[in-house]
Every structure is written in C-alpha cells, then in structure tokens.
C-alpha cells in the first residue's frame, strides 16, 4: 500500500510541470520555474490554480513550470522541508540529481523557499519572494494578541483554521499532509519572522525598509508585491482585504504584508496597484483595470531569469 501511495506521488508530481515548447521562447528559463502558495493555499481548488492562469501563461512561451503543494497551514520550516522533499523527488522524475530550481514563493510561500535556499543551496537557481511575509504580518501580530498562546481563544482560532486547511487538503489532493495553524500564526507574526531571518538571514534587509543582499551563495534574491488593498469593486474578496489593512497603521501594505516586510534581495517594486490575492492574479483574475497585469509581472520576470542565465 505504501508502495502504491509512493508511486501514486511521484505520478502527481510528474503532472505539476507544464512543459515547454521545443524551441526556446521568452520566459524558458535554464531552470525550471517552481510556484510556491502562501497560508491557506493550494495547488488546483475546484479548477482554479492558485496563481491564477500564471502557469499556462508562462508555459506557453517556453517555461518549464511546477506547481508545488505544501502544508496549507504549518511553519516555514515544515512547509520548506516538504517542498525540499517535492524537489528532489523532482529531480529523479526528470533523471537529473544536479537540477536546480527558480523558486517563486507569494506570502508564506517566501519565508518557505528562502529556508531550502538556505538549508540546501544546491538545489536553488533564485528565489523570489511575491508579497512575501519577510519581516512579519501586523494581522498575525493582532490576531497572536487576540488569541495569546494556550487560551480558549487560541483553541478556537486553531480547529477552525485546521479543519478550513483540511479541506483545501482534501480538495487539492494533499491530505496526507499535516496542518497546524498555530505553528503558521507563530511563524507569521513580527517575533516569528525575527528569530527565522536570524537563521536564515539571505536576501534579508539589514535596515528596517531597504534592499537585501542580492546573491548568497550563488543564489539571486528577487522581491516584488503591492501596495493597495481595495482594488476592483467587482471582487467579492476586497471588502475583506480593505479590513485586514486597517491594521497596518501609517503603513503601506497588500492587506496582509506591508510593503517593507515585502522586501527581500533586489527590490523589483513593492508599489502595484495590487492586493494580497492580486499578487497572484486575485480572484479569477479580477484584478485592478489600470495597472499592469500580474501575468505580465509574472511573464516579465521569467525574461529577467532567462537574461541572468537562470
């Protein structure tokens, strides 16, 4: 049975890559891409990608692009040691032990791909964190004060968001895998990101809202993400991200992650007109009307990978 359950993986896995045309197009990269979601995210839920149409976007000019499915809730490092674990198997899949990886990580997704960078570099061409929660969240600051740890309330907080990650699991095909919203909480909040970043400081800024090291270890650092949170009244979600950025007082942010949290290595723009779920192509694509698409960004960013010979 377990055998079965171990082929029936690496078959799923196989699945995740989009592969490229023969030729080589804009966005064929030396390595191949790998797509990493944040807290609460999924690979494929009810017949929408979590980044939304990036995949096929990307594919259809020459990347090679997976799709990784960690832990909807966990801590950076469980979620980094299960995504570890993907891309090895990965480079057996494709018969290659020396592949490396163009890692692209939205919100939790970039604490994530920042510990395998720095727990196992040769398995990492670049990372590249979209909205990602690099120096902490003020919603998980808040959310931490409501629900302080071992309270009722903190139990509460913890089965409900549990049992919402065990559905996206079950949904997205992922059950196996544990869920613990409290080690994501805890991972999330200013602290948390304080003692991760002092064990796994590349790309991080050393000042409170400037760029980080843009190569470590032979590794490139990217970062990029938004700065507004209401930004198309036709989106059902808005209403609720306008309210989670009422938390970051004095501060620009996405609605979840400031924009100085959002740097990391070479600063791309912290400053599109997008939200949190923009960054990742929102709401079935429903997205602001007058700034660039995050399809494009996404697109324009496998360009820049291919340039660095990435």
């Known amino acids: 049975m377990k055998t079965l359950t171990r082929a029936c993986l690496l078959a799923a896995t196989a699945m995740m890559a989009v592969a490229a045309p023969a030729h080589a197009g804009y966005t064929t990269t030396k390595s191949?891409?790998?797509l990493v979601h944040g807290i609460f995210g999924f690979n494929n839920f009810l017949g929408a990608d979590y980044f939304y149409g990036v995949r096929d976007t990307l594919a259809?000019?020459?990347?090679?692009?997976?799709?990784?499915t960690v832990?909807?809730?966990?801590?950076?490092?469980?979620?980094?040691?299960?995504?570890?674990?993907?891309?090895?198997?990965?480079?057996?899949?494709?018969?290659?032990?020396?592949?490396?990886f163009n890692l692209v990580g939205h919100s939790q997704g970039s604490p994530t791909i920042r510990y395998v960078a720095a727990v196992e570099p040769g398995?990492?061409?670049?990372?590249?964190?979209?909205?990602?929660?690099?120096?902490?969240?003020?919603?998980?600051d808040i959310v931490r004060k409501v629900a302080p740890a071992g309270t009722y309330s903190e139990s509460v907080i913890n089965s409900v968001s549990n049992a919402f990650a065990g559905v996206l699991a079950f949904a997205t095909g992922s059950s196996e895998l544990p869920q613990s919203s409290v080690d994501a909480l805890n991972s999330l909040t200013t602290p948390g990101l304080a003692k991760f970043n002092a064990k796994?400081?590349?790309?991080?800024?050393t000042t409170s809202c400037g760029g980080g090291a843009n190569v470590v270890k032979n590794i490139r650092y990217y970062s990029w993400g938004g700065s507004s949170t209401v930004t198309n009244v036709l989106?059902?979600?808005?209403?609720?991200?306008?309210?989670?950025?009422?938390?970051?007082v004095g501060q620009q942010s996405d609605g979840l992650v400031s924009a100085c949290s959002q740097k990391l290595g070479k600063v791309l723009r912290v400053d599109y007109k997008m939200n949190h779920l923009d960054e990742v192509n929102g709401f079935f694509g429903i997205v602001h009307l007058f700034e660039t698409n995050p399809k494009s960004v996404y697109r324009a960013h496998a360009n820049r990978l291919q340039v660095a010979g990435l």
């Open 200 to 205: 796994y400081p590349a790309g991080v800024p």
């Open 32 to 34: 191949p891409i790998v």
């Open 123 to 140: 398995l990492v061409a670049s990372v590249t964190s979209v909205g990602g929660v690099n120096k902490g969240s003020a919603v998980a």
């Open 60 to 68: 259809k000019e020459g990347a090679v692009v997976y799709t990784s």
């Open 71 to 100: 832990s909807a809730a966990g801590s950076n490092e469980n979620r980094g040691e299960q995504l570890r674990a993907e891309l090895k198997r990965l480079r057996i899949l494709n018969n290659n032990p020396t592949m490396k």
């Open 235 to 248: 989106d059902p979600l808005d209403a609720g991200i306008g309210t989670l950025g009422l938390a970051f």
